[in-house]
């Protein structure tokens, strides 16, 4: 089946403490990209890969970090979390140029204390 | 920078009636692509409809068609024949031709059906 897969789906966590979320697609995509969603702001783009080892800043990229050393992986790093972190977060691949059909993951909420 | 504007926070509509989602985007790029993705409450992201700006035709998908207005810089959905399932969040997108991937969002209408 044909699927983008985050983890960990909720997450609690205090300030400073680094975490990982990760992300994986299993339809050879090379576009992955990295949201958060905002009661009243929407989905804002955090970064985007255009194929391994290229990546670039989506609109909201401060306080995060992003890697792709594998096609089918694109972690989600912060370093230091703040409370202002706090968000539901997506992954999404697409097989061509991102917003295209995107196949989006089922969303990691996060929880910065 | 590009922004867009969907200006109704929520939209409710009678099963079996046509409902039009309003969006406007400001961008001083001439060759560029617009989305609609709907929000189901699973909270996985559906491609609606998609329309490139060079075309002047609008585009169209089965009940979905958007109305675009490219001097006035609006790109409105419009659903035919509502059904329950079409029940969601919806959010307008916009992204400049190859060359730059970045995808801007709107902040999305709730879309609710009244049986």
């Known amino acids: 089946e044909a699927q983008v897969t985050q983890n960990p789906r909720y997450l609690i966590t205090v300030t400073g403490k680094k975490l990982t979320v990760t992300c994986s697609q299993n339809?050879?995509?090379?576009?992955m990209s990295w949201y958060r969603q905002d009661p009243g702001l929407g989905l804002r783009q955090i970064y985007y890969?255009?194929?391994?080892?290229?990546?670039d800043k989506g609109d909201v990229p401060e306080g995060y970090k992003v890697s792709r050393k594998e096609k089918r992986n694109f972690p989600l790093i912060l370093e230091s979390p703040s409370p202002n972190q706090t968000s539901l977060y997506f992954c999404?691949?697409?097989?061509?140029?991102?917003?295209?059909?995107?196949?989006f993951g089922p969303g990691t909420r996060l929880l910065v204390l | 920078a590009q922004t867009v504007t969907q200006s109704q926070p929520e939209m409710s509509v009678q099963e079996a009636e046509t409902v039009t989602l309003s969006c406007t985007y400001d961008?001083?790029?001439?060759?560029?692509?617009l989305f609609w993705y709907k929000q189901p409450p699973s909270r996985q992201m559906i491609l609606v409809i998609r329309?490139?700006?060079?075309?002047?035709q609008n585009a169209t998908e089965n009940r979905f068609s958007v109305n675009f207005q490219k001097a006035a810089k609006s790109f409105s959905l419009k659903i035919s024949d509502s059904q329950l399932g079409d029940a969601a969040m919806y959010f307008c997108?916009?992204?400049?031709?190859?060359?730059?991937?970045?995808?801007?969002f709107g902040t999305g209408t709730r879309l609710t059906i009244i049986p």
């Open positions: 961008t001083s790029e001439s060759d560029y692509y």
């Open positions: 329309q490139e700006a060079y075309k002047q």
């Open positions: 999404a691949s697409s097989l061509l140029a991102i917003g295209e059909t995107q196949y």
């Open positions: 890969s255009m194929n391994v080892e290229v990546t």
């Open positions: 997108a916009y992204r400049i031709n190859f060359g730059n991937e970045k995808l801007t």
């Open positions: 339809m050879n995509h090379e576009y």
